[in-house]
């Protein structure tokens, strides 16, 4: 059983900052990537940022040189350092790992369930 947990979602004035967490537990071999999504209302999931276990990192055009995704690799853990917010960058934010082998051999991805962003203007 693997379990993806976020935190660090808020309210925020624009111009501020927000730093999401997320950490992956349970039975965990390895990770390959480590992902940040968002859902705004009325709107579809948007990857935001991810991670690979090697250190690659890859950003939507809207948070590049706003946003900076890190990643530890022993805690199975992510985080998103946010700045510069803008209300655009209201919605909820999820954390995503993907290609999750656990200790049974299996591979899958998990999902947490969203942490709440909102930027007021």
């Known amino acids: 059983q693997v379990q993806v947990v976020e935190s660090g979602g808020g309210l925020v004035e624009a111009g501020g900052s927000l730093r999401l967490s997320c950490a992956a537990s349970?039975?965990?071999?390895?990770?390959?990537?480590m992902d940040w999504y968002r859902q705004a209302p009325g709107k579809q999931r948007e990857l935001v940022a991810r991670?690979?276990?090697?250190?690659?990192?890859n950003y939507a055009d809207s948070v590049k040189a706003r946003f900076t995704i890190s990643r530890d690799n022993v805690k199975n853990t992510v985080y998103l350092q946010m700045n510069s917010l803008k209300p655009e960058d209201t919605a909820v934010y999820y954390c995503?790992?993907?290609?999750?082998?656990?200790?049974?051999?299996?591979?899958?991805?998990?999902w947490g369930q969203g942490t709440q962003v909102t930027v007021s203007s």
């Open positions: 995503a790992a993907g290609g999750v082998r656990t200790n049974t051999g299996r591979i899958t991805a998990y």
């Open positions: 349970g039975s965990i071999f390895s990770i390959n990537t």
């Open positions: 991670m690979t276990k090697e250190g690659t990192t």
